[in-house]
């Protein structure tokens, strides 16, 4: 895995106690040029990507991240940084989610639970340019296209969904992704429509029961 020789490592996820532990073993590994962790300041890792731009960058990322979302820095990582791998590392047990998750393209997606072995095999099968999905995802992964009402939004409406959730306004959501307000108006809508919601709150909570948010 010679190729992986100058790239730098950033786990990014919300558990300290995890991400220092997953470090330590990217660390032993001694496989990157450096490793670095990230919990909750999005701002401090844009500014991290910006001053190593022209770096190779692996980032480990977990899906689950309450303060912000995780597929949006996975389109903020390659915007900046057009070398950037992208490995989701997760304990996601829902196909669905899974399923969205996969539209966004990561290089790896791999179980919390994996051990180093995974790790291992994860990063060989990148360097070689393939993508990989670990054992245990891949037994959680569809093999056949879910029913339309188990995937009622596109990836796009998700990441719109997960700005409502954390109480942006329409302006906002418009500024963070990059549409303007009557995009996203005309998104909401079609979400509502989708999820048979009268409210905001109503689609809110349809997709918190959907484990989509």
Same mark, same amino acid.
């Given at each position: 895995m010679q190729s992986l020789g100058n790239s730098v490592a950033i786990v990014y996820d919300d558990? %300290?106690?995890?991400?220092? *532990?997953? =470090?330590a073993v990217l660390e032993k590994l001694r496989?990157?040029?450096?490793?670095?962790?990230?919990?909750?300041?999005?701002?401090?890792?844009?500014?991290?990507?910006v001053k190593h731009f022209d770096l190779q960058v692996c980032l480990f990322l977990d899906y689950y991240l309450p303060q912000n979302n995780a597929l949006v820095l996975i389109n903020e990582t390659r915007r900046i940084n057009k070398?950037?791998?992208?490995?989701?590392?997760?304990?996601?047990?829902?196909?669905?989610?899974?399923?969205?998750?996969?539209t966004?393209?990561?290089?790896?997606?791999?179980?919390?639970?994996?051990?180093?072995?995974?790790? %291992?095999?994860?990063?060989? *099968?990148? =360097?070689?340019?393939?993508?990989?999905?670990c054992p245990v995802i891949r037994e959680i992964a569809p093999t056949e296209p879910l029913a339309a009402d188990e995937?009622?939004?596109?990836?796009?409406?998700?990441?719109?969904?997960?700005?409502?959730?954390?109480?942006?306004?329409?302006?906002?959501?418009a500024n963070k992704t990059h549409l303007s307000k009557h995009t996203v108006v005309a998104h909401r809508r079609?979400?509502?429509?989708?999820?048979?919601?009268?409210?905001?709150t109503e689609l809110l909570t349809y997709a918190r029961n959907k484990e989509l948010i």
């Open positions: 558990h %300290l106690l995890f991400a220092e *532990t997953f =470090s496989l990157f040029k450096s490793v670095h962790i990230f919990s909750d300041n999005e701002q401090a890792y844009r500014h991290f990507l070398k950037a791998r992208v490995i989701i590392v997760s304990s996601i047990t829902t196909p669905s989610i899974i399923t969205h998750i996969q966004y393209n990561p290089h790896g997606f791999i179980s919390k639970s994996s051990g180093v072995d995974i790790v %291992l095999d994860c990063l060989r *099968t990148i =360097s070689q340019g393939n993508r990989y999905m995937i009622p939004f596109t990836a796009r409406e998700i990441e719109i969904l997960q700005y409502f959730a954390q109480g942006l306004s329409v302006i906002e959501t079609k979400m509502m429509r989708k999820a048979q919601a009268n409210s905001i």
